[in-house]
Nanobody, 118 residues
């Protein structure tokens, strides 16, 4: 069974950094794309950063220039380097994997809490 496990969340002060990791296991198909989404209390889940199998990244405007997404295809792992964090980054961050088995199949991780606070 496909499983996504996020790690690296925690409490950080404004201006600090965190690095999130997401490991995908149980994959029997190619991972077409992976991404990070976040959901703050009372807000809709939003895309933060997405990276394709070819390594092309896309970022939300709110994190552009501060966050960097990368992936290790051999390890089925995606990372999110988060710098210059501020309070608006506080949310549960979810890893998403889009598999391709003739059609797209979506899997989500359980989420990891990121809290930016003084």
């Amino acid at each position: 069974q496909v499983q996504l496990v996020e790690s690296g969340g925690g409490l950080v002060q404004p201006g600090g950094s965190l690095r999130l990791s997401c490991v995908v296991s149980g994959v029997t198909a190619s991972i077409y794309a992976m991404g990070w989404y976040r959901q703050a209390p009372g807000k809709q889940r939003e895309a933060v950063a997405i990276i394709t199998s070819g390594g092309s990244p896309n970022y939300a405007d709110s994190v552009k220039g501060r966050f960097t997404i990368s992936r290790d295809n051999a390890k089925n792992t995606v990372y999110l380097q988060m710098n210059s964090l501020n309070s608006t980054d506080t949310a549960v961050y979810y890893c998403k994997a889009t598999l391709w088995d003739g059609s797209a199949i979506i899997y989500w991780g359980q989420g990891t809490q990121v809290t930016v606070s003084s």
